[in-house]
C-alpha cells in the first residue's frame, strides 16, 4: 500500500501491518489520518523531503512513528550535530556525549535540530527523510521536565496538524520554525540574517529573504519552538497533541482569515539583502498591551532587526497584536537595532 503524496488516507479503527514496513508506505507530501485513539501494530514506512539545504543547513525534525533512531535516520549528521532544547539554557543542547553512545530514539512530539549529513556539498539539495517504526496515534503527551518559555516540539502524526486547533485546545502561544535561508557569518558570529520564520493568531512572518510565511498547519515531520507562557512568569507544563488536530486541508488557514484582520508587515533591508520582518495586525481578542499567544517576542536572532515596542515592557516583538476596531490615527512604537 502506498499513499502517493498529495493524497489522503482516512482510517476507522486500528493500523495494522502484517508485511515489512515496505509494503506500507506513505509518500512525502501525503497523509495518513486516523480518527479513533487506538494502539496501531506493525512498522510502516513515512518519507519527508527537507526544504533545500547544504553543507552546514539545520533541519528541525520530529518523528511521525515510534521508535526511529536518531542516529539511523541522518547517519551522515556528525553524533554531535543533533540537538534538542534546552528550555533552561535557551540553548540547542547536544544529544550524544561522544560518538560511542548508543542511539536514542526521537520522542513524540518534539523536535530535534539536525545538521545536514556531511557528505552534502555546498550547492543545495533536498534530504529525503525516512521514518520507519509504527505510526503514532491518538493522544501524544509532552511533559516539560523543566519549565520555561520556550519549548522544543514537534507534529507526531504523520499528516499535518492545524495550528489552530494545536493552539486553542492547548494555549501554546508564537510557534517559531527554523529556515537556512541566510547563511552562517563567522566575522559577525551569527547568521546574516533573520532565519526563524514565526506564526501565531495574528498571522505569519517569514524569515529574512523567504517568500514562504508560515501558514495555519504543520506538516508530517516539522519541529518548531513554541512560545509555553500564558501569564506573566506562569508557563505550560504539558501539551497534548490529539486527533482531532489531524488535517489534509490547508484551506482551514483561509478560513481562519474570514475574521476581520487588517495587517502591516515591515522589513529591514540594507543594499544586499533582507534583515528581518516584523508584523502590526488589528485583530480579535488583542488588546494595546501584552496579549499571550497574540504578541510574539524575536527568538534566537541577534543581527540588525526592525521590531515593535509595547509599553512598560522591555521586550522586542516581530508580531504585535493591537485592538479592533482598526484606527488610522493608531501609534505603534517600533525599534532599531543596527549591528553595522
Known sequence: LTVSSGATLTVNGVIENTQSATNFMVESGANLIQVDDVENVGEITVYRNSSLIKHLDYTLWSSPVAEQGLKEFSPQTIWYRIYDYNTTTDQWSQIFGTSSDPDQNFEQGIG??????NDFVTTPYTYNGEFTGVPNNGEVTVNFTTTGKYQGLGNPYPSSISTTDLQTETDLGTLYFWTNTNPWDDN???YTANNWATHNGVGGVA?????KEPNAFISTGQGFVADTEIAPNTYLSEV??????????????FKAMEEEKHRLWLNLSDEQQTLNQTLIGYVQGATQGLDYGIDAQMFGYSGSALYSLIDNNENNFVIQG??????DNDVVQLGFRANQ
Open 112 to 117: 530535534y535540530m539536525f545538521r545536514a549529513p
Open 188 to 190: 559577525q558570529g551569527d
Open 207 to 211: 524569515a529574512a529573504n523567504d517568500t
Open 240 to 253: 497534548t497533541f490529539t486527533n482531532a488536530m489531524r488535517t489534509s486541508n490547508e484551506g482551514v488557514f
Open 322 to 327: 493591537r485592538t479592533l476596531p482598526f484606527d
